[in-house]
């Protein structure tokens, strides 16, 4: 990953965990609704790992309805059965999908993101759980100086409002896990290199697919072990830094590339011509190595300047 730091030609990232804090919490929707259907959500989430499922778990103290043939669609939502009704809650393109008639939509505002519960073919409730933008990521955006996409599987409101208050240049929504990953192999093959920070279950096989994936400390398991880079406490300073390091190795690697071809291509000539003696070659090589290793240690001092993480430390 580290040849490929700092050369990337897109930065695609995930919206929930990566832009956002990813600590959900249920603001409204539940307000309206009857015991009943609040124990069924809590039935469905309940099989769910997702940080959406689990936000909703948490917040619903009620009691959890037994339910029957319960399914996770992956990056969709979740389906059961309550005495022979379907029940449905996930996205809206989601219950689209599966013709549930929609009630009249509601705006949401920066970081929310909205899941609805369905009963048979009827849209019963509007989830709408909230999420906090992290500070400073207009400024990570702007000192990355690439091409930075915002994507996510939620709605076109929620994904709008969270790009155009931190500054993305493009923005897509309703994406599932497969359309994610499809998307990069698009980019992948019309721009370049791509780069993805991410975040959820759902962003693994795209994180996968790209060809240099960052991921969150607090990541799902599945999208650590498709990480390249991994940053701790979730902190998107440290992405600069890590490629500033990446650009700052690569010109000292072939600095002491050269200077090994130099030193060699000159005591093979002085080899070859005689003037070349044990005392004056050993000599040599122990100056040689010792000129490759301080050229190395150049990199600490520049730490510091490097990033303000390394400062606080």
Not at 25 to 39: Q, Y
Not at 164 to 187: H, I, N, P
Request: aromatic share 8%; net charge positive.
């Amino acid at each position: 990953v580290l040849a490929k730091l700092g050369t990337e030609h897109i930065f695609l990232f995930f919206k929930t965990g990566t832009i956002t804090e990813g600590k959900l919490t249920l603001v409204r929707g539940h307000e309206s609704m009857a015991l009943e259907e609040k124990s069924c959500v809590k039935g469905l989430v309940k099989c769910s790992a997702h940080p959406l499922a689990e936000a909703l778990n948490r917040a619903l103290t009620q009691p959890c309805k037994s339910l029957e043939n319960v399914q996770e669609v992956i990056g969709k939502g979740m389906v059961g059965y309550a005495n022979g009704v379907e029940l449905l809650l996930g996205s809206e393109t989601f219950l689209q999908e599966k013709g549930v008639v929609f009630p009249i939509e509601q705006k949401l505002q920066v970081g929310e993101t909205a899941l609805f519960f369905a009963k048979g073919k009827t849209c019963v409730a509007t989830l709408v759980l909230g999420d906090r933008v992290k500070q400073g990521v207009y400024d990570v955006l702007q000192r990355l100086q690439v091409p930075a996409w915002l994507i996510s599987g939620d709605r076109k409101e929620s994904v709008e409002a969270v790009a155009a208050a931190v500054g993305f240049t493009r923005w897509t929504a309703s994406l599932d896990a497969f359309a994610k990953r499809k998307m990069v192999d698009q980019l992948q093959r019309q721009m370049g290199i791509v780069a993805m920070v991410g975040d959820g279950i759902n962003d693994a096989p795209a994180l996968a697919k790209a060809d240099i994936a960052v991921v969150m400390e607090s990541s799902a398991a599945v999208s650590l072990q498709v990480a390249d880079l991994i940053l701790l406490e979730g902190r998107l300073e440290s992405l600069l830094f890590a490629r500033e390091l990446a650009v700052l190795g690569r010109k000292i690697a072939l600095q002491n590339i050269f200077w090994a071809f130099f030193y060699n291509f000159l005591g093979i000539g002085l080899a070859m011509a005689g003037q070349l003696t044990p005392l004056f070659s050993a000599t040599a090589m122990v100056l040689s190595s010792l000129m490759v290793f301080l050229n190395a240690e150049r990199i600490k001092p520049n730490l510091k300047a490097l990033s303000p993480i390394v400062q606080r430390a």
